[in-house]
Nanobody, 123 residues
Framework: QVQLVESGGGLVQAGGSLRLSCAAS????????MGWFRQAPGKEREFVAA????????YYADSVKGRFTISRDNAKNTVDLQMNSLKAEDTAVYYC????????????????WGQGIQVTVSS
């Protein structure tokens, strides 16, 4: 049974930083793209960042580019998201995702999801 468990969320002031971590179990994702999505209240879930299997290519949503950094450790089967210069609009539930694919029409989609973790940025 595959599980993705997020940690590191919480409350932070605008301009601050948080680091989210996601630990996968049940299978290895060392050959799969992993990433993060988020969902703000009243909005649809949106793509945040993705990293290919060897970390060689990283993708970011325009809204977080230059502020967020995604990384992974295949030996530990983990993926992290370092979030700096946080803004109130970054407030959302953040979801770890594994085995991502990007379609021309649909954008990013994932086969496996974590339960989500709350990140709240106070202004």
């Amino acid at each position: 049974q595959v599980q993705l468990v997020e940690s590191g969320g919480g409350l932070v002031q605008a301009g601050g930083s948080l680091r989210l971590s996601c630990a996968a179990s049940g299978r290895t994702f060392s050959r799969n793209t992993m990433g993060w999505f988020r969902q703000a209240p009243g909005k649809e879930r949106e793509f945040v960042a993705a990293i290919i299997w060897n970390g060689g290519i990283r993708y970011y949503a325009d809204s977080v580019k230059g502020r967020f950094t995604i990384s992974r450790d295949n030996a530990k089967n983990t993926v992290d998201l370092q979030m700096n210069s946080l803004k109130a609009e970054d407030t959302a539930v953040y979801y770890c995702a594994a085995d991502l694919e990007r379609g021309l029409q649909r954008g990013w989609a994932s086969r496996y999801w974590g339960q989500g973790i709350q990140v709240t940025v106070s202004s």
